[in-house]
């Protein structure tokens, strides 16, 4: 069964030809593998007890499956273009979804409240961010004169375990669409593949360092295992499902019909933007813009859908204040559902559509381990060194431990499976934290995300970004530490006026 090509018949697909089923059986692949991933856990304890997410472990399955049916057959089942498509837009789909969500009282004094933690959060994020850039940039430059890898290749660690797979898969992408006209490098051969790998790997890293860390903690007698209430949560999900004067359930058209409409909306008008701007790329001719502000807004398809999200709530909200729209349309506990739906399949798809052909060829094997083994070490001790200062005093640093490493490495949600192991209720401000530092990572990464297309130029450009990178983290290492450095200096010149 080869369900790469379309075979048409006077024009038009057969009902009975299996290439008529394949994007249907992708996603039946899609969802089984997630289904046994889930199982997989639920039934062995050791699976269990390592706290790796269900997708991840879905993820696996689909690829050993793909991978054993090729060797059997000699054909792939499917082409894995569908899967890296499902990966990329599930992730626009996913942060459109979430961005769409009405922000309650209760938030908005939350987020008043937890300002300073919010902001020490994304400080944490973006040196982060840096200090992956700066590690994979290190290794892939040393390697390059060893194995001949691509030079760049090491600025693809924070994308993969800082952002995760959907964001790696783009920029991964873009660099094997470059030529000898836009870089001294040229392509970077299997550069998606390659970034799939480094995000698979920091699901692992999460999964392996979260666990040992708890494990160590347990038996110092510094954390304590809770029992989640999932019946509790459960209830209280159920009871908070619908709002105060919101559109039936069911009717003319159905309650998830129009939630998915709305997110469905906002994302073809992101779509619009950006194909508006790649049109006004192309037709300037300017060679900066096509080749790197073109793929940067293609790239960040994510970004703009959150943009265009946050505009449609904005102008919903305002409706409904006016008194223009009689009933609240937009249902948070639905754009969670949405959003988490996205965010799974874009997991299982990522890791499945990895090409394992690539791992024979030493100049991919080799740098990919090597950065991916040093940049989870150097991550777990830099994020327990900086947490440590900034909320140990608050009395919460275990927690925002735990759950900014799983981000840094995996996802969000990986940061919150580890952060539920000692806080279950969320009663410490560690997830309130992770979810509203998006904004200030955005502003304060920036710089990081328009350095990706510069630094894989040329040589020179290469070592540019790579200076940027260690001057901007030291910048902001030691705005984490101002407190620590300026209290110092404090007591040394009181001790030499005491002294005089």
């Not at 994304?122 to 194995?147: D, E, N, P, R």
């Not at 347990?218 to 209830?235: A, C, L, R, T, Y």
Request: proline fraction near 3%.
């Amino acid at each position: 069964m080869d369900l790469t090509n379309f075979n048409f018949v006077d024009g038009a697909l057969s009902f009975d030809d299996l290439n008529f089923w394949s994007f249907i059986l992708v996603l039946s692949a899609i969802f089984v593998s997630l289904l046994l991933g889930n199982l997989l856990i639920q039934v062995i304890k050791p699976l269990k007890k390592s706290l790796i997410p269900s997708p991840v472990l879905g993820g696996f399955i689909l690829l050993i499956f793909l991978s054993v049916y090729k060797a059997i057959t000699g054909n792939p089942l499917f082409n894995t273009f569908i899967l890296e498509m499902i990966t990329y837009h599930c992730l626009g789909i996913g942060f459109v979804a979430t961005s769409l969500k009405r922000k309650g009282k209760r938030e908005k004094e939350e987020k008043q409240k937890n300002r300073r933690g919010i902001f020490n959060s994304s400080l944490v994020t973006v040196t982060g961010y840096l200090i992956q850039a700066i590690v994979g940039l290190v290794v892939s430059i040393g390697l390059y004169f060893v194995v001949s890898s691509w030079p760049a290749s090491g600025v693809l660690v924070p994308m993969g375990y800082g952002q995760g797979p959907g964001q790696v898969l783009n920029w991964g992408t873009n660099y094997m669409n470059l030529d000898a006209s836009s870089s001294e490098f040229g392509a970077f051969n299997m550069g998606d593949t390659f970034g799939l790998a480094v995000a698979a790997m920091g699901f692992v890293s999460a999964s392996v360092g979260g666990v040992l860390y708890l494990f160590v903690q347990k038996k110092k007698g510094n954390v304590k295992f809770q029992e989640q209430n999932i019946e509790g949560k459960e209830k209280e999900s159920i009871e908070t499902y619908v709002g105060e004067n919101e559109i039936p359930s069911s009717g003319t058209i159905d309650k998830f019909s129009v939630q998915l409409g709305i997110v469905m909306l906002s994302y073809a008008i992101s779509f619009g933007l950006i194909y508006l701007i790649s049109k006004g790329c192309d037709a300037s001719g300017v060679g900066f813009l096509i080749n790197t502000v073109k793929p940067l807004f293609w790239g960040f398809n994510f970004i703009v859908g959150t943009g265009i999200a946050i505009l449609v709530r904005g102008i919903i909200t305002k409706c409904e204040d006016k008194g223009m729209i009689k009933k609240q349309y937009v249902n948070n506990y639905m754009m969670d559902r949405i959003s988490g739906f996205s965010f799974d399949i874009m997991v299982v798809a990522a890791i499945g559509s990895i090409n394992l052909a690539a791992f024979k060829e030493p100049s991919f094997i080799l740098p990919l381990i090597t950065m991916c083994v040093i940049a989870a070490v150097v991550t777990f001790f830099y994020v327990k060194h900086v947490c440590k200062h900034l909320f140990e005093k608050d009395g919460y640093f275990e927690e925002s431990f735990l759950c900014m490493y799983g981000m840094l490495t995996g996802t969000a949600s990986t940061g919150v499976i580890l952060l539920r192991e000692i806080d279950p209720e969320f009663k410490t401000p560690a997830c309130t934290n992770m979810v509203f530092q998006t904004l200030w990572s955005v502003i304060l990464g920036a710089p990081v995300l328009l350095l990706m297309s510069f630094v894989a130029s040329s040589w020179t450009k290469l070592f540019i970004g790579l200076g940027i990178f260690v001057v901007y983290f030291i910048v902001l290492y030691l705005v984490i530490f101002k407190d620590k450095i300026f209290k110092k200096k404090n007591i040394e010149q009181k001790e030499n006026i005491n002294t005089n």
